[in-house]
């Protein structure tokens, strides 16, 4: 069984990663891909503005339906810092038969180097990288003993980020279809984001 990890802060979770996951699942033949809101990311630096709570309810309710696509609340369980490498180890463990992986945007393959414990990560598990407007997507940018770690697959460029979409709402723009529709309707039910 082949599995896809689509790790994300997900505050909310868009289009653009659905699609990302979409391609990555029809690249490497998965049989699923399972989205995991982190607890506090790594690399950020602000809090996010969803509690995990609605980050996950949101996950929740944009996989709805498809059976090939779950969440996964690993890193919200386990609680602290989730760092990718722990994340995996654990996953290797306790699902010793299935053949995972990781698939991140091309800003995150840009930072690939930077991530904790990396060289001993990529020996774990393989990534599958997808372009996003405004990063380059290359092997050649990547150092040498990282490129067998990483394929790169095909998607339509999707200039959405959580980021993005958060500051719409901030300004009173709608966000209908950057988001999927129950994801819509559970940030305007429960007013954040400025609703
Ligand atoms: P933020 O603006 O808060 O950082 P984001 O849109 O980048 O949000 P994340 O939750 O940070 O979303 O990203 C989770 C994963 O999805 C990362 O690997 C990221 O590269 C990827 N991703 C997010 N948006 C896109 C997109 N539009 N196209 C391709 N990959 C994406
Ligand atoms: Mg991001």
């Keep these: ?3 896809g990890i689509m790790g994300g802060t997900f505050d909310p979770i868009h289009i653009g990663h659905l699609i990302a996951a979409q391609c990555a699942y029809e690249h490497a033949g998965l049989d699923e891909v399972w989205f995991m ?3 506090v990311p790594p690399h950020k630096q602000h809090a996010p503005k969803a509690t995990s709570q609605q980050r996950w309810d949101m996950v929740c309710c944009a996989v709805e339906g498809q059976a090939h696509f779950l969440p996964f609340d690993m890193e919200l369980k386990k609680g602290g810092v989730s760092y990718t490498f722990d994340t995996v180890s654990l996953l290797r463990k306790e699902h ?3 053949h ?4 991140i945007g091309a800003d995150m393959v840009q930072y690939l180097p930077k991530w904790y414990k990396i060289d001993e990560l990529v020996q774990l598990i393989s990534f599958i990288g997808l372009g996003r407007p405004g990063y380059t997507l290359e092997m050649g940018q990547l150092p040498a003993s990282l490129r067998h770690a990483v394929q790169l ?3 339509p460029l999707i200039e959405i980020s959580s980021t993005a979409i958060r500051q719409r709402k901030a300004e009173g723009k709608s966000i209908r279809h950057l988001v999927p529709d129950r994801v819509y309707d559970y940030i305007e039910g429960n007013g954040f984001y400025g609703s």
């Design 1 to 3: 069984m082949k599995v």
């Design 153 to 155: 697959a095909e998607m």
């Design 100 to 103: 995972f992986y990781y698939i």
């Design 96 to 98: 010793p038969s299935i």
């Design 37 to 39: 809101p982190t607890n």
